[in-house]
């Protein structure tokens, strides 16, 4: 990590879907093959149970969640999210200041 802290980010974006969703499987994997690309991209958890959905993604640092918030594809999504794609969604940026972890078997 970047932070001499070691926190990083998590940006938690949760939605209920549109009647209408045509088109937004195939944004969605763009945007999932484009954000792996994006410098200080850790990784996401994503799932989605009926019209709902949440994605969590993380982050190394803020300068990374703010430069893929303004990624032109990115953005372009996001206006077709809020104009076709979704009935209302929410977005919460988060600090975390420790991450444990353990696998068992």
Do not use: C
């Not at 990784?43 to 989605?48: A, L, P, Q, S």
């Not at 076709?84 to 988060?94: E, H, I, N, R, T």
């Amino acid at each position: 990590m970047e932070n001499k802290d070691n926190s990083h980010y998590a940006v938690i974006f949760s939605a209920e879907m549109a009647a209408d969703t045509s088109g937004y499987a195939a944004m969605a994997q763009r945007m999932n093959e484009l954000v792996q690309q994006q410098r200080g991209y850790i990784g996401r958890y994503h799932r989605m149970e009926g019209n709902r959905e949440i994605t969590i993604s993380y982050w190394e640092n803020l300068a990374a969640v703010k430069a893929w918030k303004a990624h032109p594809e990115h953005r372009a999504a996001q206006e077709l999210g809020r104009s076709k794609w979704y009935a209302g969604y929410q977005v919460q940026l988060v600090r975390i200041d420790r991450f444990y972890e353990s696998r068992m078997g």
